[in-house]
């Protein structure tokens, strides 16, 4: 057992801009931009911009990232497939965190997240190299113990749980499984931070399900995005962002 206290204090928003870009790439062009509502998130009080380059840049771009990196003061989180291109592309801009996600199918486990414990030997050197550069390096898995334990192991500062179980059965209003699920990413946080990971939560979240996630005591971070670019189109970015951190204020009490 560690004696490290559980983290109780203020949690971390970091926001995710990717569906800013989607919107942009469905009729080209410039508009809306995703370093627009970056700005929007840090005057509204974002802890960190996240953005996820996939391979088939079907929203964040090459440049976006080049932009964010150069004109956004933000810490920004940078989502990555574990490959050589992204991989060229992280090293060369030194971000503050790289969380290694799943592309493609046979990369995850069955709630969505990196399979860790599958990927080992692949994934090591990755978060060697991410974190000899200078970046946390963070590893998007199911609250499992074998994914942490390997998390561990593989030398990743952080983990960051996939949300996404929970959140569906919510919405579906499927209680039992919504607590299974949740009592599943609670367990995870206890045995990640023994293990000295820190730990971040994300995927999925909204107004209705994100307290109780923000009142996990060993979470640090959440990244949220899908549901607060939607949100934005009917309240404006900054007002679903103040009402996002509101709300995980108000679970921290
Ligand atoms: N965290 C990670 C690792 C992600 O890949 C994503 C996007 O899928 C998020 C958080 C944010 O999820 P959402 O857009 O559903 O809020």
Same mark, same amino acid.
């Given at each position: 057992?560690?004696?490290?206290?559980?983290?109780?204090?203020?949690?971390? @928003?970091?926001?995710?801009?990717?569906?800013?870009?989607? /919107?942009?790439?469905?009729?080209? !062009?410039?508009?809306?931009?995703?370093?627009?509502?970056?700005?929007?998130?840090?005057?509204?009080?974002?802890?960190?911009?996240?953005?996820? @380059?996939?391979? #088939?840049?079907?929203? /964040?771009? #090459? #440049?976006?990232? #080049?932009?964010?990196?150069?004109?956004?003061?933000? *810490?920004?989180?940078?989502?990555? $497939?574990?490959? =050589?291109?992204?991989?060229?592309?992280?090293?060369?801009?030194?971000?503050?965190?790289?969380?290694?996600? *799943?592309?493609?199918?046979?990369?995850?486990?069955?709630?969505?997240?990196?399979?860790? $414990?599958?990927?080992?030997?692949?994934? $090591?050197?990755?978060?060697?190299?991410?974190?000899?550069?200078?970046?946390?390096?963070?590893?998007? /898995? =199911?609250?499992?113990?074998?994914? /942490?334990?390997?998390?561990?192991? +593989?030398?990743?500062?952080?983990?960051?749980?996939?949300?996404?179980?929970?959140?569906?059965?919510?919405?579906?209003?499927? +209680?039992?499984?919504?607590?299974? =699920?949740?009592?599943?990413?609670?367990?995870?946080?206890?045995?990640?931070?023994?293990? !000295? +990971?820190?730990?971040?939560?994300?995927?999925? +979240?909204?107004?209705?399900?994100?307290?109780?996630?923000?009142?996990? *005591?060993?979470?640090?971070? @959440?990244?949220?995005?899908?549901?607060?670019?939607?949100?934005?189109?009917?309240?404006?970015?900054?007002?679903?962002? @103040?009402?996002?951190?509101?709300?995980?204020?108000?679970?921290?009490?």
């Amino acid at each position: 057992m560690s004696d490290t206290p559980r983290y109780l204090g203020r949690l971390r @928003l970091g926001v995710n801009i990717d569906h800013v870009a989607t /919107i942009r790439n469905a009729r080209g !062009g410039d508009h809306p931009d995703p370093l627009r509502a970056a700005r929007i998130a840090a005057d509204a009080g974002a802890d960190g911009i996240t953005a996820h @380059l996939r391979e #088939d840049r079907r929203h /964040i771009s #090459d #440049d976006d990232i #080049d932009r964010l990196v150069d004109e956004i003061d933000l *810490p920004l989180n940078l989502e990555m $497939a574990a490959t =050589e291109e992204m991989l060229t592309i992280a090293l060369r801009h030194k971000p503050h965190a790289v969380c290694l996600v *799943p592309e493609k199918r046979e990369e995850r486990t069955t709630e969505g997240g990196l399979d860790v $414990a599958a990927q080992h030997n692949h994934l $090591a050197p990755y978060v060697r190299t991410l974190s000899n550069n200078g970046s946390r390096v963070s590893l998007f /898995i =199911e609250a499992n113990p074998v994914q /942490i334990s390997v998390a561990k192991a +593989l030398g990743a500062a952080v983990v960051e749980f996939h949300t996404g179980a929970y959140a569906d059965a919510a919405h579906a209003g499927d +209680l039992e499984l919504r607590d299974k =699920e949740f009592a599943r990413l609670t367990e995870g946080g206890r045995i990640a931070h023994e293990a !000295g +990971l820190e730990v971040h939560y994300g995927h999925g +979240l909204t107004f209705d399900t994100v307290k109780p996630v923000a009142r996990i *005591p060993e979470a640090v971070e @959440l990244n949220i995005g899908h549901f607060l670019i939607g949100e934005a189109i009917f309240t404006g970015l900054e007002s679903a962002l @103040l009402r996002m951190r509101e709300l995980m204020d108000e679970a921290r009490v």
